[in-house]
């Protein structure tokens, strides 16, 4: 499977974006998908996931309430919808899948990787 990732950008704090991951090769729905961020000079952590036919969704604390991820396996598409953006959201945002039925909650749970979009926060 290949990874698309899409929609990143230059936005204000408090602003919103949405990031679309979309696959090719393989239909989506046969996958978990991720998205993960890493900012400069710290490591990669997962943001949202979403596991296969929406088994399960994973957030991180600090995005609890403000992202949203969903799937439109008809499009081959992962959504990350990210609302109320903050500086500290600064990063480049990665989609991930791997074939699990759950979302995994580590990083190193996925094993197909896109090519980030970069998303830049200004206070």
């Known amino acids: 499977v290949q990874l698309q990732a899409s929609g990143g950008g230059l936005v204000q704090a408090g602003g919103s974006l949405r990031l679309s991951c979309t696959a090719s090769?393989?239909?989506?729905?046969?996958?978990?998908i991720g998205w993960i961020r890493q900012a400069p000079g710290k490591e990669r952590d997962i943001v949202a996931a979403i596991g296969r036919s929406g088994s399960n969704t994973i957030y991180a604390d600090s995005v609890k309430g403000r992202f949203g991820i969903s799937r439109d396996d008809a499009k081959n598409t992962v959504y990350l919808q990210m609302n109320s953006l903050k500086p500290e959201d600064t990063a480049v945002y990665y989609c991930a899948a791997d074939q699990a039925i759950w979302a995994p909650a580590s990083v190193r749970g996925y094993k197909y990787w896109g090519q980030g979009t970069q998303v830049t926060v200004s206070s």
């Open positions: 090769g393989r239909t989506s729905s046969s996958y978990s």
